[in-house]
């Protein structure tokens, strides 16, 4: 087997994005003249490409394209930066300051919780990048490795306080995300405005230039999938003994994304590779980069992802590189099981007799209103809290080490600023993607119109009486399926404006791909066909039997088995 297959490919077959980083200087391109550039409000050439790898993406007002375009004006540039935050804890009082960031520097007032347990903020201009890179530092966060080819925000099962355990898993996502962090200097550099000291750049893990493709990995403490770890190259499953952490089931290879129409793209559940002692952890985490580092596909980016390796490669292959490169042999998987995926909202009793709070944040925007005020809310709660909030990868958040002497005043606060209310299971279990108008890659839709979709579907549900019933609906606004729509029972992917394709036949504990059921059909379309399986759903069902399972059993969508060959037939 070759140890570096990239290294035989021709450099005219690399993909450009190989190019970029190689000419970058470790991350540095030319930012900084960019940044003292005042005729434009974007970042050209490679430096559009290379700030990712600083956390932010470039970014213009879809509704304000037209308009602009027809006044001869540049797009409405500005950035979206992404915190890094492994386990999605942040401290209280450090939430003033978030808070304070996003009316400062945002041009939309708003912070976006992500499905992978953490924030972005929308809308800040080129020349306010500095200051606020400066900001977030004082604040002791950044957004290093928040996006492009490189380790992302490491998830770790929320409420780390629920048990001993649940520490351990989160201090594990901490070493593993700090592990596989870039090297290079120039995010300080550029940012910080710290000194270069020459000759000191070395990636020794993810080497000079990165990952093939962003990367992504979750610590998960079993029976609670909320981190959705099916979609995820390397994940960490939890196995414990005496409230100690003595190992991790490792499974590797999942992702969802895909492109329409094109069948050699699809999406894979993480594969079950085998067990490994603790003490093994990072050098199994190293193994696996750079295995993926080394055989990740440079020359095709829609065929980059660890999935694709394992399939270019063999699983078998990948396991035995992975044996070798840490010095481990895989014992066979230990037992596990999951039972569910949402979050567990309202009041619970941590072991040390504090209390959490789960508060549902529709599609995990954070704003002010004139029906709700979610964000002055939770600024006030922080104000008055000490403990932490917990960031969850259903885009909601947790108050949580709440004393009993301070849970009666922090409820009043989330009452009356409408972080409580009365929502209905359905809505509990939702989620979609940003979409517009901030995607440059969106299609259709994504969090501006679920909460409308999800009105209608809840009077479908009442008038069948199944008014208690979850059912995991997602939506994403394209193909890269941000919104882990085909990990839902009801999954909407966006194929233009107001048209979706429909998948059904997702599982509730997220380990079974959804299958398509109609192709481009609009919102109204989709809710009459939803309409008919529902009414069948509440009059054929076996007790309990979810809906993903009831449309499976009745054939209304075969299961996907394989996904390579099953998505697309
Ligand atoms: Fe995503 C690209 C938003 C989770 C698969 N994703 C994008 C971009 C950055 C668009 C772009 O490249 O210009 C979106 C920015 C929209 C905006 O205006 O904010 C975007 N993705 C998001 C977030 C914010 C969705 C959300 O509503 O929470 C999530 C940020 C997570 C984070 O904090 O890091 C987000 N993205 C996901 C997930 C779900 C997950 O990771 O659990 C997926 C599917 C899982 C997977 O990776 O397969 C996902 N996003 C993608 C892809 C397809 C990647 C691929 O393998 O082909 C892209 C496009 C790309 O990378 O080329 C993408
Ligand atoms: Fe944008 Fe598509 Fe991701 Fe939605 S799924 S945020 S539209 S890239």
Redesign the pocket.
Same mark, same amino acid.
């Given at each position: 087997m070759k140890k570096n297959y990239n290294e035989k490919v021709p450099e005219k077959k690399l993909t450009d994005a190989e190019r970029i980083k190689k000419n970058s200087n470790y991350l540095r391109g030319t930012i900084i003249d960019d940044l003292n550039n005042e005729i434009t409000n974007g970042f050209s050439g490679d430096n559009f490409s290379l700030i990712?790898f600083h956390g932010m993406?470039q970014?213009d007002d879809r509704d304000l394209r037209l308009e602009r375009h027809e006044q001869k004006l540049e797009p409405r540039y500005a950035m979206?930066l992404?915190c890094r935050l492994p386990g999605g804890v942040i401290k209280a009082k450090k939430w003033l300051k978030i808070d304070h960031f996003a009316s400062k520097y945002t041009l939309y007032g708003t912070i976006?919780? =992500? &499905?992978?347990? =953490?924030?972005?903020f929308?809308g800040i201009l080129k020349k306010k990048l500095k200051d606020a890179h400066k900001m977030l530092h004082d604040i002791g966060l950044d957004s290093l490795a =928040?996006?492009n080819d490189v380790n992302? &925000?490491v998830?770790c099962t929320s409420n780390p306080m629920e048990s001993f355990i649940h520490q351990q898993a989160y201090e594990w996502a901490q070493k593993i995300s700090s592990f596989l962090l870039p090297h290079t200097k120039a995010y300080a550099e550029i940012w910080l405005d710290q000194k270069k000291i020459v000759g000191t750049d070395k990636e020794p893990i993810l080497g000079q230039t990165y990952l093939p493709?962003?990367f992504?990995t979750t610590v998960v403490i079993p029976p609670y999938n909320d981190?959705?770890l099916y979609? &995820?190259?390397m994940n960490f499953i939890v196995i414990a003994k005496n409230e100690r952490i003595i190992g991790f089931n490792i499974l590797i290879g !999942?992702?969802?994304?895909?492109?329409h129409g094109n069948k050699n793209?699809w999406?894979f559940l993480a594969t079950e590779v085998g067990y490994i002692s603790v003490e093994k952890t990072l050098s199994v985490a190293k193994a696996i980069v750079t295995i993926q580092r080394d055989w990740g596909n440079r020359a095709d980016?829609?065929n980059?992802?660890t999935r694709y390796t394992i399939n270019n490669f063999s699983l078998n292959s990948f396991k035995k590189e992975i044996e070798k490169r840490a010095n481990i042999i895989f014992e066979p998987i230990r037992d596990y099981n999951f039972i569910s995926r949402g979050d567990r909202f309202g009041w619970i009793k941590d072991i040390n007799n504090n209390w959490s709070l789960t508060l549902f944040i529709q599609?995990?925007r954070i704003y002010d209103d004139k029906n709700k005020l979610l964000k002055s809310g939770l600024l006030r709660i922080a104000n008055v809290h000490d403990g932490n909030f917990r960031i969850t990868?259903n885009?909601n958040i947790i108050i949580s080490e709440v004393s009993e002497e301070h849970k009666n005043k922090i409820e009043k606060i989330a009452v009356s600023h409408g972080l409580i209310s009365k929502i209905t299971n359905l809505r509990q279990n939702s989620?979609?993607?940003?979409?517009f108008p =901030?995607?440059?890659?969106?299609m259709a839709e !994504?969090?501006r119109m679920l909460s409308f979709f999800i009105t209608q579907l809840e009077k479908i549900m009442l008038k069948y009486g199944l008014e208690k019933e979850i059912i995991i609906l997602r939506v994403?606004g394209c193909? &890269? !399926?941000?919104?882990?729509s085909l990990l839902a029972e009801i999954g909407l992917i966006g194929k233009s404006i107001g048209r979706y394709n429909l998948y059904i036949g997702g599982n509730r504990i997220g380990s079974r791909i959804a299958k398509i059921y109609k192709e481009n059909i609009t919102e109204k379309e989709i809710l009459i066909h939803l309409k008919y399986l529902i009414k069948i759903w509440s009059h054929e069902r076996k007790k309990h039997e979810a809906f993903g399972d009831f449309v499976i059993r009745k054939n209304f969508v075969k299961e996907i088995i394989n996904p390579i060959y099953d998505f697309w037939s």
């Open positions: 990712r993406y970014q979206m992404r976006r919780l =992500t &499905n992978r347990q =953490t924030f972005q929308h =928040t996006a992302r &925000n998830l493709r962003k992504k981190v959705d979609a &995820n190259d !999942g992702g969802l994304s895909f492109i793209t999406p980016r829609a980059a992802k599609n995990g990868s885009q989620m979609a993607c940003v979409s =901030t995607c440059p890659l969106a !994504g969090e994403s193909p &890269n !399926g941000c919104g882990r």
